[in-house]
């Protein structure tokens, strides 16, 4: 009789402290408690989930609202205006985290100052095969190699469509959406992957980026020779300005880091020629020299 009592308590022991610990977890997730993020969830999350799984979830959770929303208010010294747009902070989330627009509006509420969406290529297509991210904890970094994995301009095209109306408030309230344009991996005409981009989704966009800097996709750093990158942009102009909407969006150049010194120079002059182009100069190099972990 004593034993089963004593067993009887236990077991609702176990069960006040287990509920009370999944409340308390629910609670710090919650409000974004930043200690309990960096010292508890976040290490045992990394111990216990793969890389790219981490990535699928965490757009997921954006995509619910099942993360904390920002509070704070940003501070009139924070506003920039580019290429006439109007920023409310600086600090954006680039291409390559929400690659097929499926969580625009959580990330706006996280606090972004913009949000780049993609990159989008024309068909669907799944990117490199797994396993394609890996984590380098002692330099506490990551290896991405997707090679451009895309829902596709139709789907990603109807995702923005049916949030356009709150877009065009937030562009207006200084939170601009930018598109990332890709190729195909298997396309033979990489121009009209990109005209095609701009046709697509150019009117749902404040800025759209040709993405020519990914190492994953063959080919595709060719593009930005000279010969080759004067047609590309001056088809992909051609095609913005035929867009039927008042405000045209504007047109960034991403190019790769690691080009030659001559290189360099035959991209500017074709981006001075047809200066209605931006240039974006932010992919990391293929292999920084500052890590110490052997690539996988």
């Given at each position: 009789?004593?034993?089963?009592?004593?067993q009887r308590r236990?077991?609702?022991?176990?069960?006040?402290?287990?509920g009370?610990?999944?409340?308390?977890?629910t609670?710090?997730?919650?409000?974004?408690?930043?200690?309990?993020?960096?010292?508890?969830?976040?290490?045992?999350?990394?111990?216990?989930?793969?890389?790219?799984?981490?990535?699928?979830?965490?757009?997921?959770?954006?995509?619910?609202?099942?993360?904390?929303?920002?509070?704070?208010?940003?501070?009139?010294?924070?506003?920039?205006?580019?290429?006439?747009?109007?920023?409310?902070?600086?600090?954006?989330?680039?291409?390559?985290?929400?690659?097929?627009?499926?969580?625009?509006?959580?990330?706006?509420?996280?606090?972004?100052?913009?949000?780049?969406?993609?990159?989008?290529?024309?068909?669907?297509q799944?990117?490199?095969?797994?396993?394609?991210?890996?984590?380098?904890e002692?330099?506490?970094?990551?290896?991405?190699?997707?090679?451009?994995?895309?829902?596709?301009?139709?789907?990603?095209?109807?995702?923005?469509?049916?949030?356009?109306?709150?877009?065009?408030?937030?562009?207006?309230?200084?939170?601009?959406?930018?598109?990332?344009?890709?190729?195909?991996?298997?396309?033979?005409?990489?121009?009209?992957?990109?005209?095609?981009?701009?046709?697509?989704?150019?009117?749902?966009?404040?800025?759209?980026?040709?993405?020519?800097?990914?190492?994953?996709?063959?080919?595709?750093?060719?593009?930005?020779?000279?010969?080759?990158?004067?047609?590309?942009?001056?088809?992909?102009?051609?095609?913005?300005?035929?867009?039927?909407?008042?405000?045209?969006?504007?047109?960034?150049?991403?190019?790769?880091?690691?080009?030659?010194?001559?290189?360099?120079?035959?991209?500017?002059?074709?981006?001075?020629?047809?200066?209605?182009?931006?240039?974006?100069?932010?992919?990391?190099?293929?292999?920084?020299?500052?890590?110490?972990?052997?690539?996988?």
């Amino acid at each position: 009789m004593v034993s089963s009592t004593l067993q009887r308590r236990l077991r609702e022991a176990v069960q006040v402290l287990g509920g009370g610990a999944c409340l308390f977890l629910t609670y710090c997730t919650a409000v974004g408690d930043e200690k309990f993020y960096a010292k508890h969830l976040m290490p045992t999350l990394r111990r216990i989930v793969d890389p790219e799984l981490a990535h699928n979830l965490t757009i997921k959770f954006i995509s619910w609202r099942l993360i904390p929303w920002s509070k704070c208010r940003d501070s009139s010294a924070l506003e920039v205006n580019v290429f006439g747009q109007k920023f409310k902070n600086p600090v954006g989330i680039a291409a390559g985290f929400d690659k097929h627009g499926e969580a625009v509006d959580g990330l706006y509420k996280m606090g972004f100052g913009f949000v780049e969406v993609g990159s989008v290529t024309p068909k669907p297509q799944d990117g490199n095969p797994k396993p394609r991210i890996f984590r380098l904890e002692p330099d506490k970094a990551v290896i991405n190699r997707y090679g451009f994995n895309s829902h596709g301009y139709a789907a990603v095209q109807q995702r923005l469509r049916a949030r356009s109306h709150t877009q065009e408030q937030l562009t207006k309230a200084g939170r601009p959406l930018g598109i990332n344009l890709g190729k195909n991996k298997l396309s033979r005409d990489a121009t009209a992957d990109y005209v095609e981009g701009v046709k697509q989704l150019g009117q749902l966009a404040d800025y759209l980026v040709v993405n020519l800097s990914s190492p994953n996709t063959p080919g595709l750093r060719a593009l930005q020779n000279k010969e080759d990158l004067q047609n590309l942009l001056k088809k992909v102009l051609e095609e913005r300005d035929a867009l039927k909407i008042n405000r045209k969006p504007a047109v960034f150049l991403k190019i790769a880091p690691d080009l030659t010194a001559e290189d360099k120079k035959d991209i500017a002059r074709v981006v001075m020629e047809v200066r209605s182009t931006q240039l974006q100069a932010t992919e990391p190099p293929t292999r920084p020299g500052s890590l110490s972990t052997p690539l996988p």
